[in-house]
């Protein structure tokens, strides 16, 4: 399973983002996917998740309600919006899959198997 993260870039405070993710190797039905991220000097935390059938998100609480996850199993993709972003946002986003997962777990990086490369999103006017 190979997982590719896309859409990061510089944006100016304030602004939007959309993250995408490509699963390819394996059907994405078949997986819970979150997305984490590692600012500067920092560990690398939990965003938001979406279980495989996409009726339920979580969300970190710090970033709640500028958020939004969404997936297209048909199209093998994942995305992850984030609004009103800030310079505390700036980080590498990591898209993670995983099989099998329980409901609490799903903040939890170390239940996800597969990984992707990150995309660098910076936020800076």
């Known amino acids: 399973v190979q997982l590719q993260a896309s859409g990061g870039g510089l944006v100016q405070p304030g602004n939007s983002l959309r993250l995408s993710c490509a699963v390819a190797?394996?059907?994405?039905?078949?997986?819970?996917v979150a997305w984490f991220r590692q600012g500067p000097g920092k560990e690398r935390e939990f965003v938001a998740a979406?279980?495989?059938?996409?009726?339920?998100?979580v969300y970190a609480d710090s970033m709640k309600g500028r958020l939004t996850v969404s997936r297209d199993n048909a199209k093998n993709m994942v995305y992850l919006r984030m609004n009103s972003l800030t310079p505390e946002d700036t980080a590498v986003y990591y898209c993670?899959?995983?099989?099998?997962?329980?409901?609490?777990?799903?903040?939890?990086?170390?239940?996800?198997?597969?990984w992707g490369q990150g995309t660098l999103v910076t936020v800076s006017s």
């Open positions: 993670a899959a995983g099989t099998g997962l329980i409901l609490s777990s799903l903040r939890n990086e170390d239940a996800y198997a597969y």
């Open positions: 190797g394996r059907t994405l039905s078949d997986f819970d």
């Open positions: 979406i279980r495989r059938r996409g009726g339920t998100t």
